[in-house]
């Protein structure tokens, strides 16, 4: 009798133990099954396929110095003679490993670009060292494309003048005066050593390297410094009815020639274009941005 009154009261804390821990897996058990689900990527709400765009920032090929910032004749390169000329070559074939359908250049419609690039197909301009013709004429030549689209524009600046030109000279006054901004000698520094690398590296280097993301992301950096803090917001609003709209207005023509999803657009400009144009291409949901070294 006493024995088994034991083995009763030995019972009894095993049964709580067995109890306890129990329950504790099933609150494991339910709290594991309440784990929040796997957060979706924003790009998951949007098509996977998207047109492809591939930025050459490119310098002008003929020196029209038409730009703020000159280069100097001794850092001139000619893109008609030997060594440049190889590597103009080497430059058009690595860009055509991108395979574009479509090929958007730095040119106003008046430019009539296609027309050209018909008197190109037929041996004219030869001897023109324009980036247009040494490269969106020769792959598209070299590609079988029929059409060149011209895509640049004026900006909204130009439009207000015609409305009030008192106004919006008074408006601009000052904006390209040389100012006591640090950052701007850091700048000119930087474009007195960037203008030496056209005749030291490969056109292929160099493109790689004027194309790259810090390259674009400095370039546009170079319109915040300067004049952009020119009173409270004077400067910042020039440059939005200026540069900055007239590459808005460079990407809404980009959005008007694309037709699909599958479009492979080749956008040749001038690198102070790429900068802004890159971060335009970048943020949309329509396109696939290409990076310029990794084809």
């Known amino acids: 009798m006493q024995h ?3 083995r009763r009261i030995k019972t009894v804390p095993n049964m709580k133990l067995l109890s306890c821990l129990i329950i504790f897996l099933l609150n494991t058990a339910v709290l594991l099954a309440q784990r929040p689900e796997e957060i979706k990527r924003p790009l998951a709400f949007f098509p996977k396929q998207r047109a492809k765009v591939l930025i050459a920032g490119s310098f002008h090929f003929d020196y029209p110095n038409k730009d703020m910032a000159k280069v100097q004749k001794s850092d001139q390169i000619d893109v008609l003679t030997e060594p440049k000329k190889s590597e103009v070559t080497e430059l058009v074939n690595y860009i055509k490993k991108f395979k574009p359908t479509k090929i958007a250049i730095e040119a106003f419609p008046e430019w009539e670009a296609t027309r050209k690039l018909n008197s190109y197909k037929k041996g004219e301009f030869s001897d023109q060292r324009d980036e247009r013709y040494q490269l969106a004429m020769r792959i598209a030549s070299e590609l079988n494309l029929d059409t060149l689209y011209s895509i640049d524009s004026e900006s909204f600046d130009k439009d207000l003048v015609k409305i009030d030109s008192a106004y919006f000279q008074a408006f601009f006054e000052e904006y390209n005066v040389k100012t006591n901004d640090e950052f701007v000698t850091m700048y000119q ?3 007195s050593y960037d203008d030496k690398l056209a005749a030291k590296l490969t056109l ?5 390297y004027m194309n790259s993301e810090e390259v674009h992301k400095l370039g546009f950096g170079s319109y915040l410094i300067g004049n952009f803090k020119l009173e409270d917001h004077r400067g910042a609003d020039i440059l939005s009815i200026w540069w900055y709209n007239r590459n808005l207005r460079i990407f809404r023509k980009l959005q008007q020639i694309t037709q699909s999803n ?6 040749i400009f001038g690198n102070g274009h ?3 144009l890159r971060q335009l291409v970048e943020s949309s949901p329509a396109y696939e941005f290409v990076e310029f070294s990794k084809l």
């Open 4 to 6: 088994s009154l034991r």
């Open 189 to 191: 520094n930087w474009y």
């Open 204 to 208: 292929l280097d160099y493109f790689k």
């Open 262 to 267: 599958e479009d492979r657009i080749l956008v």
């Open 274 to 276: 790429a900068s802004v």
